[in-house]
């Protein structure tokens, strides 16, 4: 992206969140209709035109319906389905093949501050299954996936899409903050523990506000509006 492209051909993050928020909503509907259908024949040509796919009704998108089923094929199993090119991408030696996110330091960060939530999970018995438990483990993995999808084009070349990633992992962590701090007040999960799960957040959650701040300021040099 230059500097000199045009600002208003340019999605904003207000843009790019009314976009996600779409998709997510397009997500939900689309596994709400998988498991309806999921035992149904007709599955792949319901949900198809129940999403309004009309291009996967054809034969076109017969054929595609069935490659994916091939995929999950059961006597075949993942290694089946991948054939020869799974073997050959363990074959590398895997210089160039992360992408940026899988080394930025806050994804790192998070993923590290996941782990330790998912250790504290599995020590604490009975607390773990408990609804604030799943949702202090599902809003860390949250998280993660966000800034993965955030960090992943973190070169600037989509600075609003960047920054409306960041805002979602901004609030999963805010979510899991929460959950975490009510955990501890029932008395669930202990001090040490709250203590260092509650800092890790802390600490990653600091560096979204610090990245999101500077990706602001970057786009304000840019195109002069938020």
Not at 18 to 35: S, V
Not at 81 to 100: P, T
Request: aromatic content about 8%; proline content about 2%.
């Amino acid at each position: 992206m230059a500097d000199h492209q045009d600002p208003d051909e340019v999605w904003d993050e207000y843009d790019w969140e009314r976009f996600l928020q779409q998709q997510d909503r397009k997500t939900e509907r689309y596994m709400e209709l998988l498991e309806r259908y999921s035992d149904d024949p007709q599955r792949d040509q319901i949900i198809a035109r129940e999403m309004g796919w009309f291009h996967l009704m054809n034969k076109e998108g017969e054929a595609w319906a069935e490659h994916v089923d091939s995929l999950f094929d059961p006597e075949d199993g993942v290694e089946g389905a991948l054939g020869d090119e799974g073997d050959e991408g363990d074959a590398g030696d895997g210089e160039g093949e992360d992408e940026d996110f899988d080394v930025h330091p806050l994804y790192k960060m998070a993923f590290t501050v996941g782990a330790r939530v998912e250790r504290w999970v599995e020590d604490a018995g009975e607390a773990g299954t408990l609804p604030d438990a799943a949702q202090l483990s599902t809003q860390m993995a949250v998280a993660g996936a966000k800034l993965a999808a955030g960090l992943g084009c973190d070169d600037l070349d989509e600075l609003g899409m960047t920054i409306a990633y960041l805002k979602r992992a901004l609030r999963a962590l805010t979510v899991a903050l929460e959950a975490a701090g009510r955990l501890h007040e029932d008395g669930r999960m202990l001090n040490h523990d709250h203590d260092e799960i509650r800092a890790g957040i802390f600490q990653v959650r600091d560096g979204v506000v610090e990245l999101m701040g500077r990706h602001r300021a970057e786009w304000m040099r840019r195109f002069g509006r938020r």
